[in-house]
């Protein structure tokens, strides 16, 4: 049976898993976190697992709007439309620049208070995230073509990925991934540059 956990005075809004990690947004805007900890994908300053859900405090001060957890990484963005990282980086997922891994969350600084951030993704070594307006940034593992950028070159910085149309939703996987358009077309980056549904 699964153990259980509570939140004092505050409620669970938004979960995202990774390999062997979790991280939640609570509706006060605080980010919790838990499980395995090799990369630092907690965020925490260590690389200790943990066992039960602990708030991040260094972005305590922040409005933490959504996290997505991959492999071995996890992003986070804030109400003001910044991006954190943490974690392992050896294709350049933390969209920092390089391939070193972080214990504690790096802002991207790519992102600005102009990106108002609707959605984040992040697979197993690549990471996306969506804006309000339509468009797509995505950013590390490009070895399968997952980024849907020409090529099969890693990107360690957020690019933008212009598929003609504004996009609403966005999903990596493993190796690939998935969006759909406003038109509710649906499209998938593998190892074909563009694939059609």
Excluded at 54 to 73: S, Y
Excluded at 113 to 125: D, R, T, V
Excluded at 157 to 179: D, E, L, T
Aim: proline share 4%.
């Amino acid at each position: 049976m699964p153990s259980k956990f509570w939140f004092k005075n505050d409620v669970p809004t938004h979960l995202s898993c990774g390999d062997e990690h979790t991280a939640i947004v609570t509706e006060n805007n605080k980010l919790y976190v838990f499980g395995s900890n090799n990369w630092g994908q907690l965020g925490l300053g260590t690389k200790a697992t943990v066992y039960k859900p602990t708030c991040v405090k260094a972005l305590k001060p922040e409005k933490v709007k959504f996290a997505a957890c991959g492999r071995n990484h996890t992003l986070v963005s804030t109400e003001e439309g910044i991006v954190y990282s943490t974690g392992g980086n050896n294709e350049g997922q933390l969209g920092l620049g390089d391939i070193e891994e972080r214990n504690t969350f790096h802002p991207i600084r790519f992102f600005t208070s102009q990106h108002k951030i609707k959605q984040l993704s992040a697979g197993s070594n690549t990471s996306a995230a969506l804006t309000e307006d339509g468009k797509l940034f995505m950013w590390g593992d490009n070895s399968e073509g997952q980024i849907g950028l020409n090529g099969i070159v890693n990107t360690f910085v957020p690019q933008q990925v212009n598929v003609g149309k504004p996009i609403s939703w966005i999903s990596c996987g493993y190796y690939h991934s998935a969006f759909v358009t406003s038109k509710k077309q649906h499209f998938g980056f593998i190892m074909l540059p563009l694939c059609y549904y």
